[in-house]
């Protein structure tokens, strides 16, 4: 697995956290690092302009997804400005890694 660091591009937000990504070494496509980082932001891909290599590549092809390295920070740059409108965060249920069983157990 390759391991990436995604954000959405908001410089208006105060804490503008990265979340960390697993794509399949044998699957490194344009296509689905858009499809992996969208769902885990909670994002509609038809949103996305474009993906950004921090701090200031611009992702295009396979080929450029070929070339990332582990932890390497990627921006997702949305097309309106009202980002609200575009996503919303996954409830903790719905996040890849959730286990329900672990999150009943009581103390």
Same mark, same amino acid.
């Given at each position: 697995?390759?391991?990436?660091?995604?954000?959405?591009?908001?410089?208006?937000?105060?804490?503008?956290?990265?979340?960390?990504?697993?794509?399949?070494?044998?699957?490194? *496509?344009?296509?689905?690092?858009?499809?992996?980082?969208?769902?885990?932001?909670?994002?509609?891909?038809?949103?996305? =302009?474009?993906?950004?290599?921090?701090?200031?590549?611009?992702?295009?092809?396979?080929?450029?997804?070929?070339?990332? =390295?582990?932890?390497?920070?990627?921006?997702?740059?949305? *097309?309106?400005?009202?980002?609200?409108?575009?996503?919303?965060?996954?409830?903790?249920?719905?996040?890849?890694?959730?286990?329900?069983?672990?999150?009943?157990? *009581?103390?």
């Amino acid at each position: 697995e390759l391991v990436l660091k995604v954000r959405i591009q908001n410089p208006s937000l105060r804490e503008n956290d990265f979340i960390e990504i697993e794509l399949d070494r044998q699957e490194l *496509t344009y296509k689905e690092l858009l499809r992996v980082s969208c769902r885990e932001l909670g994002v509609n891909p038809e949103h996305v =302009q474009k993906i950004r290599k921090l701090p200031n590549t611009m992702l295009r092809k396979d080929k450029d997804v070929a070339r990332l =390295q582990d932890f390497q920070e990627l921006e997702l740059v949305l *097309t309106v400005s009202d980002k609200n409108l575009l996503f919303r965060v996954p409830t903790l249920s719905e996040r890849s890694g959730y286990n329900k069983k672990a999150s009943e157990l *009581t103390y």
